[in-house]
């Protein structure tokens, strides 16, 4: 049997949702620098334990995934097959292997039991202090167990780790790959994009249960689902660390290879809004492996409707589309001589409700689509709430806003196809973001005026995206600072540059420069940031990136960024 193992250059297949450029260039790159990168070897108390359930698969299929164990650079693990009633030639290849290396013990069942099952009864052999969880056709990255050490020593009160993943076809090439945000409350909920690899603490493994044979198909959501209730202790590498193999059985041809997987995926959501005592609606998206949360509602809260509109004739019209509900107060404002944020300041200030939602007088909400705003808007820790803005013409306008596009601040997916899924369903289920437009924001009145309202010193860019970053740093809203409710709202097609006045730029730089360093932990530094189109970082860029040149900090480096980014 030959030793197959994935090769480290990819050859990237696009489509529509997971479409994005220069995925070979960047293999090509990662695979250069990961040896410099990823140098923990051994660690004396460290041991992962691997447990892979196995249940007749293709003979090289195992092989390969036993191979891309023991092709780990990291050297402390175990490696516990648990076989699920298979046939006599996979139990043949379990024992051989079992005599090749001392770190692989194998658990033999004669009757099928089901995936959760078998790996319980893997993780109850398990000597390691973490667990590694691997289906017995992928495979690991060489360093996967390398990053995963390393993590740990900067981390060391981390329970859960998990990385970015891709997959591979009959060739061996590698295609699709999944870069994800930090943990993400809101768009966990709406899909598992945590997915492969996961690392877990055994302890807390064993503290919640295990997994559940109720959940079969769907088990490892599930897991996280009740992990994710007694930890936040949760994190994310920005690395490919996990090969998925894509065949006619796997999730990993399509989300319609199982649909019962994801009707258990939702019925454990289900069970964590019960638990949790969430009044959430699942609703059902186009994408079979995604779902919605949608919260009614009960009492409606007093709301005030601020909008900017250009002429004193176009306020008749935007009363006429805002006016969902007779009882909420609508405040427009047609004066062009001030500039935006005193002009919503001075609305702000008049209005009577608890809620605001400050918005482009021009845009046309779809109907119910503000009672979706509000339901997201009123619930606990929630700061910021934004929608999907489209033009007329079907492109999008945001889905919120990313930190460091553009060298300041974008719109990712900006001019996709705004009935796109979008990159990891960007487009179509809630999710955080870290900012959010003005020309669609609602925010708790309370809130917004003790974070001082809108910062008047920006002239027409930035003051949004300065209220979200003070929102997070003062009141400590962590993750929940801004939502994307999936609530759509179109409008004309003006010009669709959105250019960035100079003294806006550099007051936001100067104002939160050790925030704009960070990485925005809802978008994933493996994606370039020169535009707002879906595409990964390019080794020229990432070397710009590492030397600074995107900071800027006064008026010769904001030249410089525009040169760059074209403004």
């Given at each position: 049997?030959?030793?197959?193992?994935?090769?480290?250059?990819?050859?990237?297949?696009?489509?529509?949702?997971?479409?994005?450029?220069?995925?070979?260039?960047?293999?090509?790159?990662?695979?250069?620098?990961?040896?410099?990168?990823?140098?923990?070897?051994?660690?004396?108390?460290?041991?992962?334990?691997?447990?892979?359930?196995?249940?007749?698969?293709?003979?090289?299929?195992?092989?390969?995934?036993?191979?891309?164990?023991?092709?780990?650079?990291?050297?402390?693990?175990?490696?516990?097959?648990?076989?699920?009633?298979?046939?006599?030639?996979?139990?043949?290849?379990?024992?051989?292997?079992?005599?090749?290396?001392?770190?692989?013990?194998?658990?033999?069942?004669?009757?099928?039991?089901?995936?959760?099952?078998?790996?319980?009864?893997?993780?109850?052999?398990?000597?390691?202090?973490?667990?590694?969880?691997?289906?017995?056709?992928?495979?690991?990255?060489?360093?996967?167990?390398?990053?995963?050490?390393?993590?740990?020593?900067?981390?060391?009160?981390?329970?859960?780790?998990?990385?970015?993943?891709?997959?591979?076809?009959?060739?061996?090439?590698?295609?699709?790959?999944?870069?994800?945000?930090?943990?993400?409350?809101?768009?966990?909920?709406?899909?598992?994009?945590?997915?492969?690899?996961?690392?877990?603490?055994?302890?807390?493994?064993?503290?919640?249960?295990?997994?559940?044979?109720?959940?079969?198909?769907?088990?490892?959501?599930?897991?996280?689902?009740?992990?994710?209730?007694?930890?936040?202790?949760?994190?994310?590498?920005?690395?490919?660390?996990?090969?998925?193999?894509?065949?006619?059985?796997?999730?990993?041809?399509?989300?319609?290879?199982?649909?019962?997987?994801?009707?258990?995926?939702?019925?454990?959501?289900?069970?964590?809004?019960?638990?949790?005592?969430?009044?959430?609606?699942?609703?059902?998206?186009?994408?079979?492996?995604?779902?919605?949360?949608?919260?009614?509602?009960?009492?409606?809260?007093?709301?005030?409707?601020?909008?900017?509109?250009?002429?004193?004739?176009?306020?008749?019209?935007?009363?006429?589309?805002?006016?969902?509900?007779?009882?909420?107060?609508?405040?427009?404002?047609?004066?062009?001589?001030?500039?935006?944020?005193?002009?919503?300041?001075?609305?702000?200030?008049k209005a009577q409700g608890d809620l605001l939602i400050f918005a482009n007088g021009h845009l046309q909400p779809e109907p119910l689509c503000i009672d979706e705003?509000?339901?997201?808007?009123?619930?606990?820790?929630?700061?910021?709430?934004?929608?999907?803005?489209?033009?007329?013409?079907?492109?999008?306008?945001?889905?919120?806003?990313?930190?460091?596009?553009?060298?300041?601040?974008?719109?990712?997916?900006?001019?996709?196809?705004?009935?796109?899924?979008?990159?990891?369903?960007?487009?179509?289920?809630?999710?955080?973001?870290?900012?959010?437009?003005?020309?669609?924001?609602?925010?708790?009145?309370?809130?917004?005026?003790?974070?001082?309202?809108?910062?008047?010193?920006?002239?027409?860019?930035?003051?949004?995206?300065?209220?979200?970053?003070?929102?997070?740093?003062?009141?400590?809203?962590?993750?929940?600072?801004?939502?994307?409710?999936?609530?759509?709202?179109?409008?004309?097609?003006?010009?669709?540059?959105?250019?960035?006045?100079?003294?806006?730029?550099?007051?936001?730089?100067?104002?939160?420069?050790?925030?704009?360093?960070?990485?925005?932990?809802?978008?994933?530094?493996?994606?370039?940031?020169?535009?707002?189109?879906?595409?990964?970082?390019?080794?020229?860029?990432?070397?710009?990136?590492?030397?600074?040149?995107?900071?800027?900090?006064?008026?010769?480096?904001?030249?410089?960024?525009?040169?760059?980014?074209?403004?």
């Amino acid at each position: 049997m030959t030793d197959h193992y994935i090769p480290p250059v990819a050859a990237p297949k696009l489509g529509t949702g997971e479409l994005a450029g220069g995925y070979r260039e960047w293999c090509e790159t990662r695979e250069q620098q990961a040896p410099e990168k990823y140098l923990l070897r051994s660690h004396s108390s460290l041991l992962f334990s691997i447990v892979v359930p196995v249940h007749n698969p293709l003979e090289h299929w195992l092989q390969d995934c036993i191979n891309s164990v023991r092709a780990q650079f990291f050297e402390n693990w175990e490696l516990i097959l648990a076989d699920d009633g298979s046939r006599q030639e996979t139990l043949d290849l379990l024992k051989k292997n079992q005599l090749l290396d001392d770190r692989i013990s194998i658990s033999l069942q004669a009757q099928p039991s089901g995936i959760s099952t078998t790996t319980n009864r893997a993780a109850d052999l398990a000597q390691g202090d973490f667990l590694v969880f691997l289906d017995h056709d992928d495979l690991l990255d060489p360093y996967a167990l390398s990053a995963f050490a390393q993590r740990l020593q900067a981390k060391p009160e981390a329970d859960i780790i998990y990385s970015d993943e891709d997959r591979f076809d009959e060739n061996y090439q590698r295609l699709h790959p999944g870069f994800k945000p930090q943990f993400s409350l809101e768009k966990f909920l709406c899909t598992n994009y945590i997915h492969h690899p996961v690392v877990m603490r055994r302890k807390l493994f064993m503290q919640i249960g295990g997994l559940n044979r109720q959940y079969d198909g769907s088990q490892d959501y599930d897991l996280l689902l009740r992990a994710i209730e007694v930890t936040s202790k949760i994190e994310h590498i920005p690395d490919v660390l996990y090969h998925m193999r894509i065949h006619s059985g796997s999730l990993a041809s399509g989300a319609e290879a199982k649909p019962e997987a994801h009707s258990k995926g939702r019925a454990a959501v289900q069970a964590y809004i019960q638990r949790q005592q969430l009044d959430a609606i699942i609703k059902p998206t186009v994408f079979a492996g995604n779902h919605n949360l949608s919260y009614p509602i009960k009492q409606r809260p007093k709301t005030s409707i601020l909008l900017l509109v250009d002429e004193e004739k176009q306020i008749k019209e935007s009363k006429l589309n805002w006016q969902q509900h007779q009882d909420d107060e609508i405040l427009i404002c047609a004066d062009i001589s001030k500039t935006i944020p005193v002009r919503l300041n001075q609305l702000a200030r008049k209005a009577q409700g608890d809620l605001l939602i400050f918005a482009n007088g021009h845009l046309q909400p779809e109907p119910l689509c503000i009672d979706e705003l509000l339901g997201h808007c009123i619930r606990k820790n929630t700061g910021l709430v934004t929608g999907k803005l489209t033009y007329s013409d079907g492109k999008l306008h945001s889905c919120g806003l990313t930190l460091g596009t553009k060298g300041c601040a974008g719109r990712w997916h900006y001019s996709c196809n705004a009935d796109d899924l979008g990159y990891g369903g960007w487009m179509g289920i809630n999710h955080e973001v870290s900012a959010v437009p003005w020309q669609l924001l609602a925010v708790k009145k309370e809130l917004f005026m003790e974070a001082g309202l809108f910062d008047t010193q920006y002239k027409s860019n930035g003051f949004d995206v300065h209220l979200a970053l003070q929102l997070g740093h003062s009141y400590k809203l962590n993750h929940k600072v801004a939502v994307l409710a999936q609530a759509s709202f179109s409008q004309p097609c003006p010009q669709r540059d959105e250019l960035w006045l100079e003294d806006d730029f550099i007051h936001l730089w100067t104002q939160w420069r050790n925030k704009l360093n960070q990485e925005d932990p809802f978008y994933n530094p493996n994606f370039s940031i020169y535009d707002e189109s879906i595409s990964f970082i390019s080794p020229s860029e990432l070397h710009l990136k590492r030397f600074g040149v995107f900071n800027a900090y006064d008026t010769l480096s904001f030249k410089l960024l525009r040169n760059i980014f074209s403004y």
